[in-house]
Structures are given as C-alpha cells and as structure tokens.
C-alpha cells in the first residue's frame, strides 16, 4: 500500500518533472480551462503560477476563488495510458504580493527562466493556489487522495 | 520491407529480426545441412501486427493492472488468458493479410506446416525459453496457419513466459516474436542429440523414439537413450525403455497412439544411425562454435534437422527449479483425467469417510487421556489432507484452465470468461448449503411468530419440520459458529445460524442463483458444433473435466472443512475441560496437545486499518481484476475478523481478504464481492459468478483501503471499486 510519504514523493517527482499545468476556473458555472506554467513548494502546500491579470481565467478566479490544477505525465503517446501519472490539486486560489513575493518569484524563475520579462511586467499577476487535496491517477484507472492538513 | 525470409533469405544481420531459432535454421541452410523447407515470419509483422491493431497498448494496459509483483500465479494466468484473447479476436489487418497470404500460400498451400517461436530473446546461451513458448505441428491450410501464427505470438503472453521473463529480469515492454514455418516432416523416427552432456563433458547424449518428437520433448513418450563419448565416438550405454507409445499426426496437431508390436521390440535407431545422428550434431557444433542441443527426425533414410542451439548450462539451478514449476502448473488433458480419477474414486469418498468415522466419536465421552490422543490423530489427519490438497487438488484445477483456452480457442468470443456460464449450475457444496440457508429463511420470512421467536434467542418450540430440517443443516454443515466465531475459539452454539437466517429473511429471497439452463444449453451446442465430428468426443470430455474441476474448487475446501470441524471439536472439548478444572492432573496433557496443534489462530485477515489523524490519504478509485459483471452500490462490510461476517446485513458488499467457501453462506445477502486475493476462478469469483453479483478480485489492501460503513461502487465490468460519492 502506498504510504503519505510515498503518496508526497511521486507528487513532488511528477511536479519537478513538469512545467506546464490546466487550470481550471468557471465563470457563471461555465467551467474554462487554461494552460498556466506552474511551480509547486516544497512541502506541497501551495501551487503557484504567473497571468497576466487581463485574461479570463484572471477575471474567473477573482470572482470565485475555487479553482482546480491538472499535471501529468502524457507524452502524446498510446503509452501514456499505463506509464503516465495525472495529479489533480483541488483548491483556492489567491494574488501574492508584498513582502513574501519576491522569494516565490525566485523559485518559480529558477524552473522557468525564460518567462522572465513575463512574470515581471507589471499587468502579471503571482497567483497562489492553497491546495486542501490531491488526486493522483495512475495505472490508468488507479485514484489515490490526499487531503491536507489545513 | 520484406516482411517474410526465407531460411536461404537470411542474412547475418537478421538475427534480431528471426530469433534464435530463425536464424540457427538459416545458417544449417547455409552450411549444407539438411533442414524442411522453412520461412520466418519476421517480428516485423509481430510489430506491425500489435501497432496498427492497439493490441501493444492494450497488452501493456492489461499487464501494468497493478504491480506485476503484486499478482499472484493465477492473476497472472488470468492476464495471460485475456492476452491471447485478445490475439485470436484480432484479424490480420488487410495489408499484412495480403502479404501473408502470398508469402506462405505460395510455400505451403496443400502442405502441412509446423508453427514455431522464435524469439529474438529466445535460445541465446544467456536465457532459455525452451517450453515456455508454444509451437504448433501438423497444421494446413493458409488460414489456419495464420491463426496459428497469432498464437505463437499470443505465446510471448503466457503465464509461464511472463513469470520467466519477470525472473531473468527482460523487459516486457521490448518483447517481440518471430515465428517460424516449417514443411512438416512426417519422421517415423525423431529425437534430440546434446553434443554435450552437461553432466560429463567429455560425452554427448542422443535420445530417440518413434514418430514425432512431441511426445520426447514433453515428456510423454519415453525415449531410447545412448550416451556416446565424444573422443572416441563410441557407444559408452545405451538405455532402452520399455516401448509403449509414439507421437503421430492427429486430424489437427499429434495424438498420442500405441506403438505397433514390431516397434516396441527394436530401438529406434541401429548403432549406425546413432553415428550418423551424433556426427551430423558434431558438424553443428562446430559450425556454431558452442555445443549444441540439435531436433533432428528421419525421413525414411534421411537424416533431417528441425533446430539446434545452444545448450544452456551457466543459468542456475534455482531458475531451472522455477521454471520447472511454472510449467509443471500446465497439466495435459491425460493427466488430469487421471487426477480426476483419482480424486471422484478415490480421495473424495475417502475424505468424506474420514470426516464421518471422525464424528461418530464423540470427544465429550472420552477421557482426557484419550482425547488428547485423539486430538493428536485429529490434527494429523487434518495435516494429510492439506498436504492432499496442494498435490492433487489444487493442480487439478488446471481442468478449469485447460478447458477455458480449448474454448476460446474454438469459438473466440469476445469475453475470455464465457466459458465460465457453462460450467456453472453444477452441484457445488456451498450453493446447495446456501440453497438449504435460503429455504429455512423462507420458512421464517412466512411466519411470524417463529421470527419473533428466535429473535428472541427461543428456539425451545420449533415445530418438528422446521427443527428437523434445522439438524439436518447443523449435521452437514455444521452450525456456522465456527466461521463466525473464528477457528479454534469457536463458541458452538446456534446463534450465528439464527442470526444469519433472520437477517436472510428480514429481505426478499435473493433473484440469483435461478436456472440459466436455456443460456447454458445454446453456449454447450456453439461449443459442440465448433468441433468436427470426429472430435466432438474429446469435446465433450473436456467439458465434463471442467465441470468436475469447476465444481471441486470449491468442494474440496466444504470437505476439508468437515475434516477441521472435527478437530475443532476436539479442541473446543479440551478447552472447555481446561476451564472447568484448571487443576486437574491431566489437564497438562491437554495443554501439550492444545499448544501442538495451535493453528488457523487468526482470523481471516487482521491488518489494521490506517489511523485517520490530520492529513489523510484516501483510496478514490481502486483497479482489481472485473471478475463478475455488473454494478452494484452499498456499504461495505470488511471481513478482519471471523465475527464480522456474524455482523453480515442484507445489501452490503462483502470486502474480504480470501473468500473461502465456509464463509460464503453470507453471500446471498450481499450486494457485490470485492477480495483482496486476484484470479478469475478463485472461490470469491466463482460463487459470485453463481448470484449473479458484481465481483472484483486482485485488489491491493483491499481490506486497509476500504473500512466497514464506506459507501461504495462496485463496477465488476471494468474492475474498479469506487469509495464514497462524487463530492470532494
């Protein structure tokens, strides 16, 4: 049986390996799905990525905080069916600012130094997802949770 | 590309292409040895085949279930059923249906053929797949041929292959298989020649019979045996068996026959001959550079090699155990009709005596001396039968298996389990106790007073037919308080049995269990008529082997059981004794005994179940094995613990670790099965199979992951057991 710190190992794998994320946010119950370049702290509480605050997902997620965060493995191939992993994080999502800011920004460019003069223009926003659990799908049809400690 | 080579065709570069056997056989072509007319089938088409059909994914989605490490010998069989499956329902795609047809039309149109692996990871000096993947003789006919080819293919699959390749530690995701097609050659003699004996160098081993080489190569034939020494040449000993069969072509394949009297008397080969087999095997040998273990028959005069290769000494002999064993699972039709023989005449009857002779004494009238003797002889009779058990029973449940792929293939259907509808509805143990459960319910359900009477614990004034038809249960089944109450700390007593019956009869009787004898009676005729008359005799057989083998899963574990009870009942006297009298002079002889026999303490399963603190990790979905169609939802019911099953409600769905039958008269009550345990044929499966109930087997900590009073989703058609509803 998989065990927490297993369950964590896989995520933290599978989060290291990854660098694109689907969002999702509604608007109106109208469900929209968007692809966000991602970065997750250590102790996998908190899921972080950077939007410009002019698009739709910006506006969804500022009236309903409620989001979801899908990462996987799938590499386009058949094989994904039983080699890949899907995390999805469940959560509530929330703009960064001020003092701690900076440090995250650090991380999130330390993964993704190209998106540089991105993430630092001013219409961006560092958006923070505080995640209350994990789904982990493997072996296809495999689904394993993990509800954080809030 | 060309999809199919010739044995003259193949070049030295091709030998990824055409496997060991492939290309050992072009180079004999090369080299002027006499080999049959061959081509190979490369594993291009192998490739192309499970790519342009999605079997590769399908394979691969099939074998990464769960952890292969995870799966038990007959999950694994399961698997591998459904992989060959999946092989025989597939058809050429047109293309490569094309091609072949040509390439081997052209060859082999009115000619019988051989159909041979040859993997490319197959007779290296590294690993031997010797017997794990199959080859077929004696087949004609271009379409029959092609199916053939998609068996050997399907043969990379089986049970025996994955569990070897697991073992050695090959890849499964880069297995692939060339086949081999090979003119038949009708030999009247045939044998295999070590140019090495592995056990003395310094000499070489030539084995023979007549007709074909099946029978020597499975070991059902006894062969002539000449150990020759390599530098002189000479005959060191030869060892004649006593004569008794050969292999010769079947209407499709070989059959075993008597051999003819004026056979039996002379060896195969005359000392010329053995020369001629062990100079040509030299010539091999040399021409491959490694001592060789060479096929070879004779056509008349004339010497004809199938195959040669290496001879693989270096493995070690714990994975020649191993492999040994695998093998050793698969029985022929032969043999298990003996076993069947031996088990219906024999051990059946016999056990059923013992258990009678057994409780004809009763232990309460014996001293304590005499009972702890008993409880000694008890034990050790309960220790036989076990032993009993794993030697003859278990391997014949083989007879289930054997006959599944005889069915499928005859008729591919497009569930590998179909065949399991016809050997249902025969008279197991458990159903008829079951059977027995549900009319006493029915007897309560329709009297009111009587239900009010035994939920009261009163059963004092019963009327006569009821009381009797009560004893007559107790007397063949005993009275359930042994399963609920749990092994040798069982309290024997009717309250469990009153229990049960109230519960059952609080509910409808269950809908399961009713008569598919129309279904049955048109699966037994598309059986029948897939065969040609001239072999619906063994057909049929086969069937009643399987319905005999079907049928003593499940018994046998009924019959062993009333062999334990009486042991139990032995014990459950001495323990009693010990209470009463803690003093008493002769109660240390009891304690002696009781410590001697101290088994089946636990119960059914007792891992305790994860603590729920903070953070928590949850099963959502969990994928087994669908082992009985349908969907069904309730609450679960986890069996830890022998006396939760006496906790057992109407609707529930049972979550246990290993059904055994004692424990299945729950099981009309239930909603679903799910057993921690895998395998399509194992008690859990069967008996759901019998109701009609959703089943899943092969789940991981099924009975950590899930708890008592978790509302779950059982969905038997894809195997996956869903926990709590569809919020977050």
New interface residues.
Partial sequence: ????DQ?RQRLKELFNTQKLAALSTHHSGQPYASLVAFHASDDLKHIYFVTPTTTRKFANLSADNRVAVLVNSSTNQ??D???AISVTA?GKAEVVDGSGSETIMIQYLAKHPHLEEFVRSPSCALVQVAV??Y?M?K???????????I | MNWILSAEQIQSGDRSRVGGKGYALAQLARRGFNIPRTVCVTSDVYQEFVISTGLRERILLELHRKDFKEMRWEEIWDCATRIRNMFLSKPFPNDLSREIHIAIGDRFRDKSVAVRSSAPEEDDARSSFAGLHESYINVSGVESILKHIRLVWASLWSDAALLYRQEIGLDVEKSTMAVVVQETVAGDRSGVVFTKNPNDESQGIIESVYGLNQGLVDGTVEPDRWIIDRASNKIVTHTPPERKYWMIPGPDGVRMAELPGHKSSHPPLNSVEVDAVFQTALKAEDSFKMPQDVEWTYDGDSLVLLQSRPITTLRSDKKEDDRGWYLSLHRSFDNLKNLRQKIEDELIPEMIAVAENLSAIDPAGLSDQDLAAEIKERWETNHKWVNIYWADFIPYAHGVRLFGQVYNDALQPDDPYEFIDLLTNTDMASIARNNMLMELAGIIRSDQHLAEKLSQGDDSDLDNKFRSMIDEFIDKFGDLSCSVTGGKNCVLGTGPLYSLLLEMARHPAPAGGDQKSDRINSLKQKYLNSFDDDQKDRAVEMLELARSSYQLRDDDNIYLGRIEAQLLAAVQEAKLRLEDMPGRQASNMLKEVLKEVDFRTGAPHSDQAPNDVGERLKARQLVGQPAGPGIAQGRARVIRKHSDLGDFKHGEVLVCDAVDPNITFVVPLAAAVVERRGGMLIHGAIIAREYGLPCITGIPDATTLIKTGDAITVDGYLGIVTLGDSGL
Avoid at chain 1, 139 to 149: A, R
Wanted: without cysteine.
């Fill in positions: 049986m998989v065990s927490k369950f058949a094989a069916f039983h080699r469940v209350d659990s789904y799908v072996n296809f049809q495999n689904v394993m949770e993990l509800h954080l400690e």
